[in-house]
């Protein structure tokens, strides 16, 4: 089985434009997020998906592998079905998000994993939650998931809804899981999951893993015990600073 890892790059970020190029402690945040995903031994190809020439030439600065694609696409897995368009040979693909400069590469080894059964069709990791600021933050999505480790579905909402317990006792009454966003797909379905249409589940919670589910498409997941620090925002590279450095 041969599996590339894919890092969607984009510069147009509403909230934080250019952050791609952001300076970490002496490397750029699209830097960092090659590098930890390129010490990653699952994979036989790692590349960046980018729309700027700004960051394609930073890119090939390094010595890094880059497409460019179109600036049309919605999300990066449209970004990531059009590489797989352009390149041939791999069986799978990990959509690794480009503002997580210091993702474990553990992460990516236990989602790649889950394609060693022939039947996973989509694939991502969750983690336990262990305090109220992520069980209800409506920015941290949750997941519940079946006997078979396939996700039933996600919401910002914090679900299931414990009838009759205090908010400051669901904790200690159930076991809540959020989702870590990464995506590990087979190819022929990351073709197919891009020509559907968007859903309704999909419209209401702004999550696209539920326009998969929605449209029958099964979706596995690993519990990981590490957890991400992504960069939304400018302020977010304090917290990263105060975290690795």
């Not at 390094?62 to 041939?88: M, P, Q, Y």
């Not at 009454?173 to 995506?183: A, E, M």
Request: charge should be negative.
């Amino acid at each position: 089985m041969k599996i590339i890892g894919i890092i969607p790059a984009r510069y147009a970020s509403s909230r934080f434009p250019g952050k791609p190029l952001v300076d970490i402690a002496g490397k750029s945040m699209i830097q960092r997020v090659y590098e930890q995903v390129k010490s990653c031994s699952s994979l036989a190809e790692v590349v960046v998906a980018t729309d700027d020439e700004r960051i394609e030439q930073h890119v090939r600065s390094f010595a890094g592998n880059v497409i460019l694609t179109a600036t049309t696409h919605e999300s990066g897995t449209d970004r990531c079905a059009e590489v797989i368009a352009k390149i041939n040979g791999f069986d799978v693909a990990i959509n690794v998000q480009g503002d997580e400069p210091f993702i474990n590469p553990l992460q990516i080894d236990l989602l790649c994993s889950l394609f060693t059964d022939p039947k996973t069709e989509i694939g991502t990791l969750v983690k336990k939650i262990e305090n109220q600021d992520d069980l209800f933050s409506e920015n941290t999505p949750k997941v519940i998931v079946n006997s078979e480790q396939q996700a039933l579905y996600f919401s910002r909402q914090t679900i299931p809804f414990l009838r009759g317990v205090d908010h400051s006792e669901w904790l200690g009454k159930h076991i809540f899981y959020k989702h870590i966003g990464i995506y590990g797909y087979r190819v022929e379905v990351l073709k197919e999951i891009t020509k559907l249409p968007l859903s309704s589940l999909e419209k209401a919670e702004a999550l696209e893993q539920l326009r998969w589910i929605e449209n029958g498409y099964h979706v596995k997941v690993a519990q990981t015990e590490f957890d991400t620090i992504a960069v939304d925002r400018p302020e977010d590279l304090e917290t990263i600073r105060k975290t690795y450095f």
